[in-house]
Each structure stands twice: as C-alpha cells, then as structure tokens.
C-alpha cells in the first residue's frame, strides 16, 4: 500500500558540495525532505516532500518530553553502472518497525515505505556524491507528537526523511580506530530498548562517549547491563573478533543493535567457510585470547562505519593492541567485498543491492 506523496520543489536550490573529500558525515542536508502525520483516527496521511527546513513542533509535543523517537540510518550509493542503489532497504523498514513497536509508535507498511525512500532517493539522486567512499546518507525518523504533559502511548506521531550526503564516519577513514570499553555507564538491559533504534539509547551514551574522546577514543565499547562482563556493541557498529582463525561476535540478546551491515558480514563470512560463533563473549575470554596472541583482528559493522578495523582496546587502565594497530587481513576482505557489493562493481549473488533509479 502506497502512501499519498505530494512534491513541493524548492525554488532555491542549494549548491552541491564541490570537494568531496571534505563531505564528512551528517554535516550537509539535500534541498527536500519527506514528512507526513499520524493520528489515531486518520491513520498515516498528508505525505509530502517539502523544501529542507525546520519542523514546528507544539512545545508540549511526546518527543520533547518523553523521548518517543526511533530512526534509522541507511545508504544510498552511485554503482558503477550510473545507477543509483540502496542496500538491503527492506532490512531497515522492518527494523524501523520493530523499534516502532517496542516505543508503542505506530508502525508503517512496508511497500509504502520503500515507495517514500525512493520518491525522495530519486528527487535527491543528484546529491548523490561521486568519490569512492562517499555516499548519501538517508535518515528516516518517526516520533511521538502528541500535544500534552501525560505519559501514554502516543495517538499522533510524525515519520520524516532527511539526506546528507557523506563522507566517511570515522576521521581516520579506513585506519584501525581507538575503541574504550567502559566499565562504568551501561548503555541498555535486555528487557529495555536496546535493539531497537531509539534516540534514547544513544542519550544514554553520550556520557561515556564523552569521557573516551577526552582521553583519545574514537567510540565505546559497552558491556552487558547487568553482569558488567559480556561485549554488547559499539557507539555506532557492532562488533566481531577474528581469534584463531573463526569469528566470535556477540549474539542478539536483546539488548544491541540487530545490526544489518553484522547481518550482512556473518553471511558474507559464512560462504567463504569462515565459522561463525554468535554467543555471550566477556571480556576477560577477550583479553585471555589477546595475551596469548590468538586474537588475531578486531572490527565494527555499520552503516555509518561501514567495516571500520579497531586497532586498540582500553580496559580498566590497560591498552591492548590488535593486529599491530594495522588493518587485517578478513577486516580488508569484508570491506572491500561489501562496498564493491553496494557500488555494483561484482555480481550480487545475494540480492542485496536495490536499484533505484538511474543516475
Ligand atoms: N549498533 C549501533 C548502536 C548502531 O547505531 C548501528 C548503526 O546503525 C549499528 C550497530 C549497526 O547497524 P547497521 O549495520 O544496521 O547500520
Ligand atoms: C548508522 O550507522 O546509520 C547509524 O545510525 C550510526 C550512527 C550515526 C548513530
């Protein structure tokens, strides 16, 4: 079921950026943007691409108080055929529904929702950036919007679109990055919201963020809520160990990002005949492995991040370094065969890739 798409062009378009190398991430916003309402007695209605600019919002609003937002972060990218391609967008709707459902949110329908990504990814198409690396970045975003102070299940809500293109996440680009595993904060508990993609979650990291970057971190590493012991994920990626030749990565226990990019590598891993032990991983077996020189690569999985290698781990006042602080070897593979995937430079045997229009 499709949902109304009304189109108001911008009559003062934005220059595009001219040096991509700078792009960097989520810094630009495109010329348009989709919005469109919810309230319990009409259902989804007035979709409409609009001029980029701000939302009014009644100051009462759930959002503001409450925190009833979930997003999701998806790419699109310039294949090598002229086409312009998303990755595995169907993945997203779903997850945004499943967040959706967890904040008592109302959920969209798929196939309207794809139809609203490309309606926007296609009138954007040419900000669309050019560079190997470089991408347009496509923010989808609902919340609750109900205009008064009482803590209930929202009855009117907002689904909204934004595009950015993008450079890479990470200053360093490809370079192993410096990740902090805190031992303090925890960032969500199974029961809680942690695999769905709320704002809320990333309110709650903020601090420990915070704290790693003023002692020269790139991001986070969280440990299980309640145990303090198990490695949950990153900032902004999920996490997989290479140790002795099989992957370890921590399972979906409720509490982390069912990530797509981590979907996506597993399966990846899988056909080349890697093993694949999804399981509890603490951080002392981690460390136990690192001193006795098994662990042999370290990375994040992400939209954002892409396959970033991470090249030192802290922990309670020790540095451990990992594959001599240089990308490894399967770290190198996953990358380069994933965004050869997504920018259609081999064949996709998985269906992944999702061809939008044409350049
Ligand atoms: N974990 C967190 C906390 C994230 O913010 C992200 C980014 O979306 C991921 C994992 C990776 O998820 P995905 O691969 O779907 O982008
Ligand atoms: C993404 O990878 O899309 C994310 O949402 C991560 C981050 C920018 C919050």
Known sequence: MKYEIKIEKTLTPKAKPTDESKLGFGKI????????????????????IVPFGPIPTHPASTVF???AEIFEGMKAYRAVDGTI??????????????????????????????????????LEKDWVPHSEGTSLYIRPFLYGNDPHLGVHAVKNAVFAVICSPVGAY????????????????????????????CGGNYAASLRAGKRAEENGY???LWLDGVDRKYIEEVGAMNVMFKVNG??????????????????????LLK?????????????????????????????????????????????????????????????????????????????????????VCNG
């Not at 993945?91 to 309606?119: H, K, Y």
């Not at 892409?306 to 370094?321: A, F, H, M, R, W």
């Open 29 to 48: 916003f495109t010329d348009h943007m989709f919005i469109m309402e919810y309230s319990e007695g009409e259902g989804w209605h007035n979709g409409r």
């Open 65 to 67: 108080h409450y925190g």
């Open 85 to 122: 391609r998303m990755f595995r967008p169907l993945e997203n709707v779903r997850r945004l529904n499943t967040s959706a459902e967890r904040l008592c949110l109302p959920t969209l329908d798929e196939e309207g929702c794809l139809d609203i990504l490309n309606t926007i990814v296609e």
């Open 170 to 197: 990470y200053a360093q680009g490809i370079n192993p990055v410096k990740i902090a595993i805190e031992s303090e904060d925890v960032r969500a508990v199974r029961g809680g919201t942690g695999f769905a993609k």
């Open 218 to 220: 790139t991001q986070v």
């Open 246 to 267: 099989k992957i370890i990565t921590p399972m979906l226990s409720g509490s982390i990002l069912p990530g797509i990019t981590r979907k996506s590598c597993i399966e």
């Open 271 to 355: 056909s080349w005949g890697f093993e694949v032990e999804e399981r509890l991983f603490s951080v002392d077996e981690l460390f136990d492995l690192a001193e006795k020189g098994e662990l042999e690569e370290a990375w994040g999985t992400g939209t954002a991040a892409v396959v970033s290698p991470i090249g030192k781990l802290y922990y309670n006042g020790k540095e451990y370094t990992v594959s001599n602080n240089l990308i490894g070897e399967t770290t190198q593979k996953l990358y380069d065969v994933l965004t050869a995937l997504q920018w259609g430079k081999i064949k996709d045997e998985f269906g992944w890739s999702y061809v």
